[in-house]
Nanobody, 116 residues
Framework: QVRIVESGGGLVQAGGSLRLSCSVS????????MGWYRQAPGKQRELVAS???????NYAEFAKGRFTISTDNAGNAVSLQMNSLKPDDTAVYYC??????????WGQGTQVTVSS
């Protein structure tokens, strides 16, 4: 059974940094891309950043220059380094893969709270 586990969230002051981590276990499928999403209270879930198996990364406009996505060599884990955090970054952050996204499989997410 596929399991997605996110970690690394917490409470940080504006301007601070956090590093989120995500691991995917129990998979029997190939991962072509992984991504980080976030959902703030009362808002829809949105894509933060994605990275393809070849290393190409894409970022939402709000993440460019502040966030960096990376994967491990095995492609089973993805991280998100977040710098210069703002209160608007407060949300639950989730990771996903191209396959589990199509299957609508999600982890519990990790809460990021940025105080002003």
């Amino acid at each position: 059974q596929v399991r997605i586990v996110e970690s690394g969230g917490g409470l940080v002051q504006a301007g601070g940094s956090l590093r989120l981590s995500c691991s995917v276990s129990g998979r029997t499928f190939r991962i072509n891309a992984m991504g980080w999403y976030r959902q703030a209270p009362g808002k829809q879930r949105e894509l933060v950043a994605s990275i393809f198996s070849g290393g190409l990364a894409n970022y939402a406009e709000f993440a460019k220059g502040r966030f960096t996505i990376s994967t491990d060599n095995a492609g089973n884990a993805v991280s998100l380094q977040m710098n210069s955090l703002k209160p608007d970054d407060t949300a639950v952050y989730y990771c996903n893969t191209d396959y589990t996204l199509r299957q609508n499989i999600w982890g519990q997410g990790t809460q990021v709270t940025v105080s002003s």
